[in-house]
């Protein structure tokens, strides 16, 4: 009798490890909202602002994974593909190409990164992409005060 009952006690724990193992951690609900560039290689924070330069993770009627940047004058076409452990994969998708007087360097420097971000960090009302190299951007909400 005692070997029945630990072979059921054993079966059922492993039913339930199996089952706890194969769940995906589900990005938090909290990262899908715009998000105001704040720091980011040696721009300025007031140079961000002044371009209202943000990158807009919102849910809307886009294709999935789909998304928009901005970080000068002109609005960027993204793909951001979320997985467990905290980790990101951006892909550009298209972008207007207009001239920005003394802001292409920051747009070009946010296109050439953007891709190499592959983790990310949520804390409370920040966001922060991070890449193999240590390199970061660093996000506030957008709706925050």
């Given at each position: 009798m005692k070997f029945i009952i630990q072979f059921f006690v054993?079966?059922?724990?492993?039913?339930?490890l199996s089952c706890c193992a194969g769940q995906q951690?589900?990005?938090?609900?909290?990262?899908?909202?715009?998000w105001?560039?704040?720091?980011?290689q040696d721009f300025k924070k007031e140079d961000f602002i002044k371009n209202q330069s943000y990158?807009?993770?919102s849910r809307t009627k886009s294709?999935?994974?789909?998304?928009?940047?901005?970080?000068s004058c002109n609005d960027l076409a993204i793909k951001a593909e979320f997985h467990?452990?905290?980790?990101?994969?951006?892909t550009p998708l298209i972008g207007s190409e207009m001239f920005c007087e003394n802001k292409m360097e920051?747009?070009?420097?946010?296109?050439?990164?953007?891709?190499?971000?592959?983790?990310?960090?949520?804390?409370?009302q920040t966001l922060?992409?991070?890449?193999?190299?240590?390199?970061?951007?660093?996000?506030?909400?957008a709706d925050w005060d």
């Open positions: 054993s079966v059922f724990s492993m039913l339930m951690q589900i990005p938090d609900e909290g990262l899908y909202r715009q105001m560039l704040v720091q980011f990158l807009d993770l294709p999935k994974d789909h998304y928009r940047a901005k970080i467990p452990g905290n980790k990101v994969k951006f920051m747009e070009k420097a946010f296109t050439t990164a953007l891709p190499t971000m592959t983790a990310y960090k949520l804390e409370g922060t992409l991070k890449n193999s190299k240590g390199e970061i951007m660093k996000f506030v909400a």
